[in-house]
Structures are given as structure tokens and as C-alpha cells.
């Protein structure tokens, strides 16, 4: 029997995390909902099962995504997770073949070569050597990249690093530990008997050539066996969580869970699913446009696994999913947010270490100034019948033209509609539900939904994307819902909206809501391509950047978001369009003010378009068309 | 001063010393732009909730501002955040995040009290 | 040798600068980007406060430029000032070089454009005008709407891209108020019944008989004043336009119909000036305006010697100031040039 007391350590460690694994699991299961538990069934046993192996493979070894954002930081994560999954793999293989026995406990594969110190000599074995020796310098290699990235963190070509805590602290330092412990070990032991590869064999040599190696090799394996013990334990208390939770997380995803509107086990298998990358940091334009460094989702899953009160990080965004779109995880991040700021404030309670290792169930008691409604002095809603209701939401009252130039597509194209808000009309409840307070949204949703339905409509149509995100989600209605710029498109592909082609060279400004929140990116460009000359920009589609206007930060001053809203402008007009399009009022609004080029919503560029010149209003008088300067 | 049948009413004033002015000090320290706010009313011009119901941000403010609570606690929740008001400011106040701040405040007060 | 001065901008400040250069025995060029000189002054039909015609103190301009002396180079802008040596060469966008002792920079102001406002909907709504259309109505005598009638109420919204971080101005133009409460009275001068309102956040009336003139605009021209800052403007079904705003003293929302809305534009830095501007190197303020070199006693002075200031490129100026603030311009010149050992 091959037994070392060193070896103890580890194997605490390693049955305590596996144990943990299991029993964190079965938890998260419980408390998932009964249909996300047939889900899961369904898709551990079914189809999905292939794919959820496929994405693990990709994803929590290949780390393909983050390659794909930045070679150097995948490469760091790939040598690290795919090297060592890859060094156990065949380190167990080795321990099979070589070893005294087949079927060996783990540590007789992790410490192969104490036990088996003359193996590698020559022939197969040697090759063997030599393939475990390449493995353990591609880990090295990525190490090296990890301490630089955490020393300097602009080498590896990331702007930021995430701040650490001090127990993150002790997991990284052992985490950092074990692979040159093992190199030591390794090297003093292959020394000692003059085996080893390339790397091993070499150092141990040169080691040995003026010191005792064979005295000198047994701390090392002390100090590898500690360092992996320590690593295990201390896992579920750090962001390393990740590691085992991601892989849930796959086989969850990959059967159809979502995030949806409550927070529940799925939420939490999110939040500890996060490696603290930073990807999302670089993604940011809070970040990028206003250095403002501390609110981003890494920030507040972090801030939310250590139980903090996250409060004003969750209400420091944008909103605008970027990071949803980059994070190479696929955590529903502006979801979780939103999650979040329903709960409102949290209270700060320092755990116990059993809490920290099962933390509870997050509970929100948020106290309401009255349990009265609050929107109780709408009045009751007035049936208006009609096809079609037009509702042109809060913000396109204060953008006039878009305003007109609906109207005058509306009545160019022969539909019969009404519409609705003319004379202003009730919120849609987003930006409440931004702020947090769904309840009271829901009272406007209620108000809303019922003057929708009274009207007989079969089509709703919309040019605020904020309102369209949320009748499509939060409202039942059992109309088809379409933004202006689908609707458009519609009547064009019907032949109803004949327009003439304008040789303006635009560029499109892809609405945060429109685009990333309710995935409308291709009926808008259709449009702008069959009136204009459209260019590609460095943001289009899902890459899209937020105008700074977002109605989701409730934190940022107007300055900031003006900073913000210039920075974007300077990126889309980079190559001098003569119009920058959008599909919003607010990101009209907040983008004219901050370039000279000039700002239009596609409403207003079809408008311009529409080959009907006597629905132009002719300027009757002459004296109206010379707009002079002002003297004094 | 009986004599000439009048009497100054201690209704009428805001009494600006005994005025509890916390919550307003509350929201310009969290949120500085509710100070730049010059009452123009281009908030209660363009707001939503002000076309189907008595309600003035503007006036809001002020009353905070004088310690004058309880009318801003009965109204404040009738705003619905919709932000025409933070698009039309001529200030830049963030008036979105200075009602939220409001109602936060109230809140806190009611735990407390109780 | 007489020494050279050139002068950029044909307007009151330039105009002043040059004709007081010309009486101090200079050698003076003019250099005008439109074809004659006069700039904003031509477009106005009364000043305020006293209502005189603009035509007047464009006579007086005539007599004090009209001298063989000055040299008017009209329909030329001027891009850049370079220095050379001890003297500065100002280069014309054509890429003419000209070489001067000194620089007077008097490239005024340009009005603010409403259609930054979309709110108020000027270029959407056609009875939705500026001021300097207005003027321009005055000056043709023919204050009518777009539908060729007169109209019964007219509304004039102050503080249009002034004291607005909307729209990057954070400063007071301070001559809008006055210009208001001038049209509102020339309002009721050519079409007697109708009812003028004024919008205002505040009424400003620092200069001297501009409160007397509110007072005569209410006392003697009936003309209505509401505090509120208007929101936004729509149409009515029988196009009259909408606006919205706060009676701020009464404390209720105001809904008002109105056959034409006067926007009362500020005062902007010129994009000549800009221009100029970046590419001389010469400071300008967070309000985009030149800055002077100290603005107690060195408001005509920029950060390159030799180079000067006069009139609303530094500031909002109404005329009075602007001329004093050329001729102090001039003074400086003359300290300069006598100190220069050239």
C-alpha cells in the first residue's frame, strides 16, 4: 500500500469539495421551480445533454469565447483549465498503466511520482514523462500570465481587474502555489533519482547538482498536497466557485431555464457562476466613456455572494446588456439586475463561516410608503375603436418630428388607426420597473392594457423602444405588438408605403432596448437600406453601443451621460455619414445634442421618402422661409 | 395687536427653523443636482402624471426644501418615473433619482417610526 | 511706416474697432466674411430701449468707416492668425497670407439654432419662428402666420438655448429678455388687438431703461407676463399650436392656444470663431466664447500678444457694450504698438 502522511491534506480538501459539489447541487435543484425541475430533467436526460457536454468542453475548458474577445486572456484561462484537466486526465491514466494497481484513489495519480519515483526512464514511459512535463509548462505559462494579469493588469490586454477580498485572497495565493509546488516536488524527486522529461528532469538535475534533493523533495510534497487541500476547502467561499457551479449552470441553460422575473435557485446559480473575469468591466461604457469602475456586473455578483449590500451598484447602470452580450459565461446579467433593484435595500450581515458555506435564500421585506395604489386618479379608460392603435409613448411627445412623420406614414398608408396618446398618454411602467418598483408598474400595465384591448386593435405600434420592451413582455396583450420600424417594413413588403430612395449615406444607432432587449435588429436596417445608403459602423447590431441616455441609470449625472452620449456619437459618425439614424426618441434626443451630424429616427427619414407630395404641408408664406439671424 | 382683529396665523408660515429639512439635506447629499433646481416648472409642464392629476414636481421641491414634508410624502408616489422631466430640465436636476431618493427617505422614516 | 492692423469681422465691434484705428493714424484692413459689412445690425429693424431705427446706428457707421484710409475686404474669412517673427500673419480660408502688427478679432456671435430645441418645433411647426425672423416680419411691416392671417395671440418663449445645460449653454444671453419685451411692444404696435404672452424663468433687466420698458410693456401695451419655462409645443387639429407650461406663481399647469410662438434664441459663440479659434490657439471658455486674457483688466487682451478682442466674441454684448468694448480694444492696440520695438 502507498500511503504518505503528506497526502492527508489533499484528500480532506478533495472529498470535502466533492461532497460539497453534490450537496450544493441537490440544493439548488429543491429550490429550483417545478416546471425549471422538469426542465432540468428533461434536458440532462434528453437531446440537450450532447450539447451541455459540447458547451462545457468549449466554454469552461476551451474557454473559446474569452479567445475570441482576447487571445491572451483566453489562452491564460484555457492553459489553466484545459491544462490541468488534461494533467489529471492523463495523470490518472499514467497511475492506471504504470502504477501498481488499476482503479487508484486520486492522490495516487497527483502524487504519481513521489510513489513511483524511477518511472520514465526510457521507451513509452518516457514519452509519457515528457507529455506530462509539456503540460505542467503550459499551466506554468498561464500562471505566469495570471500573476502578471494581477500585478499589471494592461499586459494581458485587459483595462481592468476585479478587486479582491482577503479570503479570494488565500484561495489565489494556493491556488497560485500548486503548480510551482509541484514543479519542485516534482523536479527534487526527479533529480534525486535522475528521471524526469524536458522540465522535471532538467531542473532536478540542475537542483541536485548542490543540494540535497531527496531531503529537499518531501516539504514540496507537503507543500503541493497542502496547497490543493487549502484550494479545495476554501473554494466555495471565493469566486472559484465558479468552476463547479458553471457546469450546472450549462446543463440548466441548455434546458431551457431563464433567468424570467422572479429570483430563485436559477439567479443564484448565475451569481456563483461568475469567475470575476472582468469582461464585462472592459465592455462597459460607464467604464470606457466615464471611468467609472466599481458598479459593473462582476461588482455586483460579487457584492451579492459576500452578501453586501449592492444597492447603489445595482441602480449604477445603464441597462444597456453589453455586458449580457459579452460575458463568456452567458450570465444573464441585466436580468439579474433588474432582479436586484426589485429587492431593494439589503441589509449587511456578517456571516457565520457555516452561512457562508450554505448561505440562506435571500429574503426582501421592502416597506411601501402606503399600501394605497398609487396611480389610483387615472380615469377610466375610453374605448377607442380601430386596426391599428397607435401609441407613441412619454418621450416621442418631446421629439415633435417623429411624432409627425408617424402620422403622416400612418395616414399615407391607408391604414385605419387611432391614435391613442395624442394628447399624452399613461407611462408604459418600464421605468418604474427600472426602478424598481414592479408593483406600481403593474397598475399603469393594467391602465394600458385595457384601453389597448377596448380599442379592438389587432396591431399595436409603438416608436419607443422602452414601451415596446415592455408590452411584449409584461403585458398580456393578444395583439401583435410592432415597433414603428416593423411596421414600416411591413408596409413597405405590402406595397402600401411607396417611397422614393434617398442618396444620404446613414449609419444606424441600434436602441439598447430595441436591439439587445427585444432583438429587432434586422426590420430597421431592411428599412434604411431600401431609402438610404446604409454603412456598416465598428456597433452595429448586438455590439451596439447604449447613447447615455438610458432611462436605466438613475445614479449618473447629466454630464456623464453626456460624456457618454458624445463618445458614442464620435464612434458612429467616425466615417462622416451624413444622417445618424436611430429608433428612439430618447437616443434621438440625447445623441442630437451631442454631435453636429445630424440625428434622425428612421420614422422621419421614411417620411422625407414617402413619394406622396401632396401630403407635403406647402410653406404658404415666403416670409417664413427666410429664418434670419438674430442683432442686437 | 388683538385690537385690530387680526392675528398672525402660525399656519401660515413655514416655519423654517423648526422645520425638519432632513430629507432634504438627504437628497442634495446623495444627489447634487436637486440644489441647481431654479423652479422654472418645465417639470410640471411636460409631466405625465400632471396631465390627469394635481401634481407639481416643482412645487415638490420646494416644499422639501422648506421642511414643508407632508404634502411631498401623500405625492410623491403619483410620479411615474416616466423621465420626460430629467429630458426637459434645463438644470440638469436628476429628478428621476431625486423622487426616488424621496420616497426612499420616506420609507426609512416609517421604519423607523416603527 | 505707418503700421498695420487688421480687424476680423465687419460687424458693430469691428466696424468700431477699425474707424477708431483709422482716427489714430493706423493702417487698418477689414476683413468682412459676407458681402457688406453692418452683420447682425443689418438684420434689425428697432433697438432697444428706446425703439430708434437699427438704420441709425448704421449711419453712424457709415461716416466713421468711410474714410480712403480703411481698407473693407468683404466675402473674405478669415481662418487662422500666425505668428512671424515680431508680427502676425493672418491667413484668409482662400490661403492668402496678410502680415499685420497687430490683431483686432471681432467675429461676434452667431443665434443660437432652434432646431436644437425639437421640443419647441421650429422647422416643424410653421407659426413656430425665432426672433430674427420676427425682426425680419418688422422690417418687411407684416406680422402675419403662415396662413396669412394676423394672429390674435402670440406667445414669446424666453431663455431659448440660454441657461440650458440641454443644450450646453449654462450662461444667460441677457439681452433675449429685453428683446422680448421690445417685440412684444412692436407686436402691439402693428396689429393692435392681439394678445402677447411672454414665457420667462426670469426676467433679467440689468441695462439702463430696460425695467422701464417692461414696466411700459405692461402699463401701456397690456402685454401678459408668465413665469414658466415652456416644455414642449404640439398642434392643433385646427393647426393652432399648443403650449405647454407651468404658471409657476399660480402654481397649476397652463394650457395655452396660440396662432405663432416667438423663440427668443441666445447668443452663441460664431462657428467662424471657433474656427479661428483652434487653429490661432486661442482660449476659449467652457462657454465656448473667447477667453480674455484677465476678465477684470484684460478683457480686450487674448493669450497671444499682439492679438485682441472686441465685442460678443467674448460675451453676450448688447451695442452699447460692444462699442465701448472696441474702443477699448483700440486703447490696447495703441499701448501695444507704441511699446513694440518694431
Given at each position: 500500500?502507498?500511503?504518505?502522511?503528506?497526502?492527508?491534506?489533499?484528500?480532506?480538501?478533495?472529498?470535502?469539495?466533492?461532497?460539497?459539489?453534490?450537496?450544493r447541487?441537490?440544493?439548488?435543484?429543491?429550490?429550483l421551480?417545478?416546471?425549471?425541475?422538469?426542465?432540468?430533467q428533461?434536458g440532462?436526460?434528453?437531446?440537450?445533454?450532447?450539447q451541455?457536454?459540447?458547451?462545457?468542453?468549449?466554454?469552461?475548458?476551451?474557454?473559446?469565447k474569452?479567445?475570441?474577445?482576447?487571445?491572451?486572456?483566453?489562452?491564460?484561462?484555457m492553459?489553466?483549465?484545459?491544462?490541468?484537466?488534461?494533467?489529471?486526465?492523463?495523470?490518472?491514466?499514467?497511475?492506471?498503466?504504470?502504477?501498481?494497481?488499476?482503479l487508484n484513489?486520486?492522490?495516487?495519480?497527483?502524487?504519481?511520482?513521489?510513489?513511483?519515483?524511477d518511472?520514465g526512464?526510457?521507451g513509452?514511459?518516457?514519452?509519457?514523462s515528457f507529455?506530462?512535463?509539456?503540460?505542467?509548462?503550459?499551466?506554468?505559462?498561464?500562471?505566469?500570465?495570471?500573476?502578471?494579469?494581477?500585478?499589471?493588469?494592461?499586459?494581458?490586454?485587459?483595462?481592468?481587474?476585479?478587486?479582491?477580498?482577503?479570503?479570494?485572497k488565500?484561495?489565489?495565493?494556493?491556488?497560485?502555489?500548486?503548480?510551482p509546488?509541484?514543479?519542485i516536488a516534482?523536479?527534487?524527486?526527479?533529480g534525486?533519482?535522475?528521471?524526469?522529461?524536458?522540465?522535471?528532469?532538467?531542473l532536478?538535475?540542475?537542483?541536485?547538482?548542490?543540494?540535497?534533493?531527496h531531503?529537499?523533495?518531501?516539504?514540496?510534497?507537503?507543500?503541493?498536497?497542502l496547497?490543493l487541500?487549502?484550494?479545495?476547502?476554501?473554494?466555495?467561499?471565493?469566486r472559484y466557485?465558479?468552476?463547479?457551479?458553471?457546469l450546472f449552470?450549462?446543463?440548466?441553460?441548455?434546458?431551457?431555464?431563464t433567468?424570467?422575473?422572479?429570483?430563485?435557485?436559477?439567479t443564484d446559480?448565475?451569481?456563483y457562476?461568475?469567475?470575476?473575469?472582468?469582461?464585462?468591466?472592459?465592455?462597459?461604457?460607464?467604464?470606457?466613456?466615464?471611468?467609472?469602475?466599481?458598479?459593473?456586473?462582476?461588482?455586483?455578483?460579487?457584492?451579492?455572494?459576500?452578501?453586501?449590500?449592492?444597492k447603489?451598484?445595482?441602480?449604477n447602470?445603464?441597462?444597456?446588456?453589453?455586458?449580457?452580450?459579452?460575458?463568456p459565461?452567458?450570465?444573464?446579467?441585466t436580468?439579474?439586475?433588474?432582479?436586484?433593484r426589485?429587492?431593494g435595500?439589503?441589509?449587511?450581515?456578517?456571516?457565520s463561516?457555516?452561512?457562508?458555506?450554505?448561505?440562506d435564500?435571500?429574503?426582501?421585506?421592502?416597506?411601501?410608503?402606503?399600501?394605497?395604489p398609487?396611480?389610483?386618479?387615472?380615469?377610466?379608460?375610453?374605448?377607442?375603436?380601430?386596426?391599428?392603435?397607435?401609441?407613441?409613448?412619454?418621450?416621442t411627445?418631446?421629439?415633435?418630428?417623429?411624432?409627425n412623420?408617424?402620422?403622416?406614414?400612418l395616414?399615407?398608408?391607408?391604414?385605419?388607426?387611432?391614435?391613442?396618446?395624442?394628447?399624452?398618454?399613461?407611462?408604459?411602467?418600464?421605468?418604474?420597473?427600472l426602478?424598481?418598483?414592479?408593483?406600481?408598474?403593474?397598475?399603469?400595465?393594467?391602465?394600458?392594457?385595457?384601453?389597448i384591448?377596448?380599442?379592438?386593435?389587432?396591431?399595436?405600434?409603438?416608436?419607443?423602444?422602452?414601451?415596446?420592451?415592455?408590452f411584449?413582455?409584461?403585458?398580456?396583450?393578444?395583439?401583435?405588438?410592432?415597433?414603428?420600424?416593423?411596421?414600416?417594413?411591413?408596409?413597405?413588403?405590402?406595397?402600401?408605403?411607396?417611397?422614393?430612395?434617398?442618396?444620404?449615406?446613414v449609419v444606424?444607432?441600434t436602441?439598447?432596448?430595441?436591439?439587445?432587449?427585444?432583438?429587432v435588429?434586422?426590420?430597421?436596417?431592411d428599412?434604411?437600406?431600401?431609402?438610404?445608403?446604409?454603412?456598416?459602423?465598428?456597433?452595429?447590431?448586438?455590439?451596439?453601443?447604449?447613447?447615455?441616455?438610458?432611462?436605466?441609470?438613475?445614479?449618473i449625472?447629466?454630464?456623464?451621460?453626456q460624456?457618454?452620449?458624445?463618445?458614442?456619437?464620435?464612434?458612429?459618425?467616425?466615417?462622416?455619414?451624413?444622417?445618424?439614424?436611430?429608433?428612439?426618441?430618447?437616443?434621438?434626443?440625447?445623441?442630437?445634442a451631442?454631435?453636429?451630424?445630424?440625428?434622425?429616427?428612421?420614422?422621419?427619414?421614411?417620411?422625407?421618402?414617402?413619394?406622396?407630395?401632396?401630403?407635403?404641408?406647402e410653406k404658404?408664406?415666403?416670409?417664413l422661409?427666410?429664418?434670419?439671424?438674430?442683432?442686437i | 395687536?388683538?385690537?385690530?382683529?387680526f392675528?398672525?396665523?402660525?399656519?401660515r408660515?413655514i416655519?423654517?427653523?423648526?422645520?425638519?429639512?432632513?430629507?432634504?439635506?438627504?437628497?442634495?447629499?446623495k444627489?447634487?443636482?436637486?440644489?441647481?433646481?431654479?423652479?422654472?416648472?418645465?417639470c410640471?409642464?411636460?409631466?405625465?402624471?400632471?396631465?390627469?392629476t394635481?401634481?407639481?414636481l416643482?412645487?415638490?421641491?420646494?416644499?422639501?426644501?422648506?421642511?414643508?414634508?407632508?404634502?411631498?410624502?401623500?405625492?410623491?408616489?403619483?410620479?411615474?418615473?416616466?423621465?420626460?422631466?430629467?429630458?426637459?430640465?434645463?438644470?440638469?436636476?436628476?429628478t428621476?433619482?431625486?423622487?426616488?431618493?424621496?420616497?426612499?427617505?420616506f420609507?426609512?422614516?416609517?421604519?423607523?417610526?416603527v | 511706416?505707418?503700421?498695420?492692423v487688421?480687424?476680423i469681422?465687419?460687424?458693430?465691434?469691428g466696424?468700431?474697432?477699425?474707424?477708431?484705428?483709422?482716427?489714430?493714424?493706423?493702417?487698418?484692413?477689414?476683413?468682412?466674411?459676407?458681402?457688406?459689412?453692418?452683420?447682425?445690425?443689418?438684420?434689425?429693424?428697432?433697438?432697444?430701449?428706446?425703439?430708434?431705427?437699427?438704420?441709425?446706428?448704421?449711419?453712424?457707421?457709415?461716416?466713421?468707416?468711410s474714410?480712403?484710409?480703411l481698407?473693407?475686404?468683404?466675402?473674405?474669412?478669415?481662418?487662422k492668425?500666425?505668428?512671424s517673427?515680431?508680427?502676425?500673419?493672418?491667413?484668409?480660408k482662400?490661403?492668402?497670407?496678410h502680415?499685420?502688427?497687430?490683431?483686432?478679432?471681432?467675429?461676434?456671435?452667431?443665434?443660437?439654432k432652434s432646431?436644437?430645441k425639437?421640443?419647441?418645433?421650429y422647422?416643424?411647426?410653421?407659426?413656430?419662428?425665432?426672433?430674427?425672423d420676427?425682426?425680419?416680419?418688422?422690417?418687411k411691416?407684416?406680422?402675419?402666420?403662415s396662413?396669412?392671417?394676423?394672429?390674435?395671440?402670440v406667445?414669446?418663449?424666453?431663455?431659448?438655448?440660454?441657461?440650458?445645460?440641454?443644450?450646453?449653454n449654462?450662461?444667460?444671453?441677457k439681452?433675449?429678455?429685453?428683446?422680448?419685451?421690445?417685440?412684444?411692444i412692436?407686436?402691439?404696435?402693428?396689429?393692435?388687438?392681439?394678445?402677447v404672452?411672454c414665457?420667462?424663468?426670469?426676467?433679467r433687466m440689468?441695462?439702463?431703461?430696460?425695467?422701464?420698458?417692461?414696466?411700459?410693456?405692461?402699463?401701456e401695451?397690456?402685454?401678459?407676463?408668465?413665469?414658466?419655462?415652456?416644455?414642449?409645443v404640439?398642434?392643433?387639429?385646427n393647426?393652432?399650436?399648443?403650449?405647454?407650461?407651468?404658471?409657476?406663481?399660480?402654481?397649476?399647469?397652463?394650457?395655452?392656444?396660440?396662432?405663432?410662438?416667438?423663440?427668443?434664441?441666445?447668443?452663441?459663440?460664431?462657428?467662424?470663431?471657433k474656427?479661428?479659434?483652434?487653429?490661432?490657439g486661442?482660449?476659449?471658455?467652457d462657454n465656448?466664447f473667447?477667453?480674455p486674457?484677465d476678465?477684470?483688466?484684460?478683457?480686450?487682451?487674448?493669450n497671444?500678444s499682439?492679438?485682441?478682442y472686441?465685442?460678443?466674441?467674448?460675451?453676450?454684448?448688447?451695442?452699447?457694450?460692444?462699442?465701448?468694448?472696441?474702443?477699448?480694444?483700440?486703447?490696447?492696440?495703441i499701448?501695444?504698438?507704441?511699446?513694440?520695438?518694431?
Amino acid at each position: 500500500m502507498q500511503f504518505d502522511p503528506f497526502i492527508i491534506p489533499f484528500n480532506i480538501g478533495l472529498y470535502f469539495i466533492l461532497i460539497y459539489a453534490v450537496v450544493r447541487s441537490v440544493m439548488w435543484f429543491r429550490d429550483l421551480s417545478k416546471q425549471d425541475k422538469l426542465r432540468l430533467q428533461r434536458g440532462f436526460f434528453g437531446r440537450s445533454f450532447g450539447q451541455s457536454l459540447k458547451e462545457i468542453f468549449m466554454e469552461s475548458l476551451l474557454h473559446r469565447k474569452i479567445f475570441k474577445t482576447n487571445f491572451r486572456l483566453g489562452y491564460m484561462h484555457m492553459s489553466l483549465a484545459f491544462g490541468w484537466f488534461l494533467l489529471i486526465l492523463f495523470g490518472t491514466l499514467e497511475a492506471d498503466i504504470f502504477g501498481s494497481s488499476h482503479l487508484n484513489a486520486p492522490y495516487k495519480a497527483i502524487f504519481f511520482k513521489y510513489f513511483n519515483p524511477d518511472h520514465g526512464r526510457a521507451g513509452f514511459e518516457a514519452v509519457w514523462s515528457f507529455v506530462m512535463d509539456f503540460l505542467l509548462a503550459v499551466i506554468l505559462s498561464g500562471l505566469i500570465i495570471a500573476i502578471i494579469k494581477r500585478l499589471y493588469s494592461r499586459i494581458v490586454g485587459m483595462k481592468k481587474t476585479t478587486k479582491l477580498r482577503p479570503l479570494d485572497k488565500v484561495a489565489l495565493t494556493s491556488l497560485w502555489m500548486i503548480f510551482p509546488s509541484r514543479l519542485i516536488a516534482e523536479s527534487f524527486t526527479s533529480g534525486a533519482y535522475g528521471t524526469g522529461s524536458f522540465l522535471t528532469g532538467s531542473l532536478g538535475s540542475w537542483l541536485a547538482s548542490f543540494l540535497p534533493a531527496h531531503e529537499m523533495a518531501y516539504p514540496f510534497w507537503w507543500l503541493y498536497s497542502l496547497s490543493l487541500g487549502t484550494f479545495f476547502v476554501l473554494l466555495p467561499l471565493t469566486r472559484y466557485m465558479h468552476i463547479p457551479t458553471e457546469l450546472f449552470l450549462i446543463f440548466a441553460r441548455n434546458s431551457g431555464i431563464t433567468t424570467g422575473d422572479k429570483a430563485g435557485a436559477f439567479t443564484d446559480i448565475q451569481t456563483y457562476s461568475c469567475s470575476s473575469c472582468g469582461i464585462c468591466i472592459d465592455a462597459c461604457q460607464l467604464n470606457f466613456s466615464t471611468g467609472i469602475t466599481n458598479i459593473q456586473s462582476a461588482y455586483l455578483l460579487k457584492g451579492i455572494r459576500n452578501n453586501e449590500n449592492v444597492k447603489d451598484i445595482a441602480f449604477n447602470c445603464l441597462m444597456c446588456g453589453r455586458c449580457d452580450q459579452k460575458c463568456p459565461v452567458g450570465i444573464e446579467l441585466t436580468p439579474i439586475r433588474m432582479l436586484r433593484r426589485r429587492a431593494g435595500e439589503t441589509e449587511h450581515v456578517e456571516k457565520s463561516i457555516l452561512k457562508r458555506y450554505f448561505p440562506d435564500k435571500p429574503s426582501f421585506n421592502p416597506v411601501k410608503v402606503s399600501e394605497k395604489p398609487s396611480f389610483d386618479f387615472l380615469p377610466s379608460s375610453r374605448p377607442v375603436k380601430a386596426d391599428v392603435v397607435y401609441f407613441a409613448g412619454c418621450m416621442t411627445h418631446l421629439t415633435p418630428s417623429i411624432r409627425n412623420s408617424m402620422i403622416k406614414i400612418l395616414d399615407a398608408s391607408g391604414v385605419k388607426y387611432k391614435f391613442i396618446d395624442e394628447n399624452g398618454g399613461v407611462c408604459c411602467g418600464r421605468p418604474l420597473m427600472l426602478a424598481g418598483q414592479d408593483k406600481e408598474a403593474r397598475e399603469l400595465i393594467n391602465f394600458n392594457s385595457k384601453l389597448i384591448l377596448k380599442s379592438g386593435a389587432q396591431t399595436l405600434v409603438t416608436s419607443c423602444p422602452i414601451c415596446y420592451k415592455v408590452f411584449r413582455e409584461s403585458y398580456y396583450l393578444d395583439i401583435e405588438v410592432l415597433h414603428h420600424t416593423q411596421f414600416i417594413k411591413n408596409l413597405i413588403d405590402e406595397g402600401s408605403l411607396k417611397l422614393n430612395f434617398m442618396r444620404k449615406k446613414v449609419v444606424y444607432h441600434t436602441p439598447c432596448d430595441l436591439g439587445r432587449g427585444s432583438g429587432v435588429y434586422d426590420e430597421p436596417r431592411d428599412v434604411l437600406r431600401y431609402v438610404s445608403r446604409l454603412q456598416k459602423t465598428d456597433f452595429d447590431n448586438e455590439n451596439s453601443l447604449c447613447c447615455g441616455g438610458s432611462l436605466g441609470n438613475m445614479k449618473i449625472s447629466y454630464k456623464q451621460k453626456q460624456i457618454i452620449a458624445a463618445d458614442a456619437a464620435a464612434r458612429l459618425t467616425k466615417d462622416n455619414p451624413e444622417i445618424l439614424a436611430t429608433s428612439c426618441p430618447l437616443c434621438k434626443k440625447t445623441l442630437a445634442a451631442a454631435t453636429e451630424t445630424k440625428v434622425a429616427d428612421i420614422a422621419e427619414i421614411v417620411a422625407e421618402a414617402i413619394m406622396l407630395p401632396n401630403l407635403m404641408k406647402e410653406k404658404s408664406n415666403p416670409m417664413l422661409i427666410v429664418k434670419e439671424p438674430v442683432t442686437i | 395687536m388683538d385690537k385690530f382683529g387680526f392675528a398672525i396665523s402660525q399656519q401660515r408660515q413655514i416655519d423654517f427653523e423648526a422645520n425638519r429639512r432632513d430629507i432634504a439635506e438627504y437628497i442634495s447629499e446623495k444627489e447634487p443636482s436637486f440644489r441647481v433646481c431654479i423652479e422654472c416648472g418645465c417639470c410640471a409642464a411636460t409631466c405625465t402624471t400632471g396631465n390627469f392629476t394635481p401634481f407639481s414636481l416643482r412645487e415638490l421641491l420646494i416644499l422639501l426644501k422648506r421642511g414643508e414634508n407632508d404634502k411631498v410624502r401623500d405625492n410623491i408616489n403619483k410620479c411615474m418615473l416616466c423621465g420626460k422631466c430629467t429630458l426637459v430640465c434645463p438644470r440638469g436636476v436628476n429628478t428621476r433619482n431625486v423622487i426616488s431618493l424621496a420616497r426612499e427617505a420616506f420609507q426609512d422614516r416609517i421604519k423607523n417610526a416603527v | 511706416m505707418k503700421k498695420h492692423v487688421i480687424v476680423i469681422g465687419g460687424g458693430p465691434a469691428g466696424m468700431e474697432a477699425a474707424g477708431q484705428l483709422i482716427k489714430n493714424g493706423y493702417d487698418v484692413s477689414l476683413f468682412e466674411k459676407d458681402k457688406t459689412t453692418g452683420g447682425h445690425l443689418n438684420e434689425w429693424f428697432k433697438l432697444f430701449p428706446d425703439r430708434r431705427a437699427g438704420s441709425e446706428v448704421l449711419d453712424y457707421y457709415k461716416n466713421l468707416i468711410s474714410g480712403k484710409d480703411l481698407k473693407i475686404i468683404n466675402s473674405t474669412v478669415v481662418e487662422k492668425v500666425g505668428q512671424s517673427g515680431g508680427s502676425l500673419t493672418v491667413s484668409t480660408k482662400e490661403g492668402i497670407e496678410h502680415t499685420a502688427d497687430a490683431v483686432v478679432i471681432a467675429t461676434g456671435f452667431d443665434l443660437f439654432k432652434s432646431t436644437r430645441k425639437e421640443e419647441y418645433g421650429y422647422e416643424i411647426y410653421d407659426n413656430v419662428i425665432s426672433s430674427a425672423d420676427l425682426e425680419a416680419m418688422f422690417r418687411k411691416g407684416a406680422v402675419i402666420t403662415s396662413e396669412g392671417k394676423t394672429p390674435k395671440n402670440v406667445g414669446f418663449v424666453h431663455c431659448v438655448g440660454s441657461r440650458d445645460e440641454k443644450v450646453g449653454n449654462l450662461y444667460c444671453s441677457k439681452l433675449c429678455c429685453i428683446t422680448a419685451v421690445k417685440q412684444a411692444i412692436e407686436i402691439k404696435e402693428h396689429v393692435p388687438g392681439t394678445k402677447v404672452y411672454c414665457f420667462y424663468m426670469d426676467m433679467r433687466m440689468g441695462g439702463a431703461y430696460y425695467e422701464e420698458l417692461y414696466r411700459e410693456a405692461q402699463e401701456e401695451w397690456g402685454v401678459n407676463f408668465i413665469r414658466g419655462k415652456v416644455s414642449e409645443v404640439s398642434e392643433s387639429i385646427n393647426n393652432r399650436l399648443i403650449v405647454k407650461v407651468e404658471d409657476t406663481l399660480a402654481g397649476r399647469p397652463l394650457k395655452m392656444e396660440l396662432d405663432m410662438l416667438v423663440l427668443m434664441a441666445g447668443m452663441e459663440m460664431s462657428e467662424a470663431g471657433k474656427k479661428l479659434a483652434s487653429l490661432t490657439g486661442l482660449k476659449t471658455g467652457d462657454n465656448r466664447f473667447f477667453s480674455p486674457a484677465d476678465h477684470h483688466y484684460g478683457s480686450n487682451r487674448s493669450n497671444i500678444s499682439g492679438i485682441f478682442y472686441a465685442g460678443a466674441c467674448t460675451m453676450p454684448m448688447n451695442i452699447t457694450e460692444t462699442i465701448s468694448h472696441a474702443r477699448a480694444a483700440v486703447a490696447d492696440v495703441i499701448d501695444y504698438l507704441k511699446d513694440s520695438k518694431r
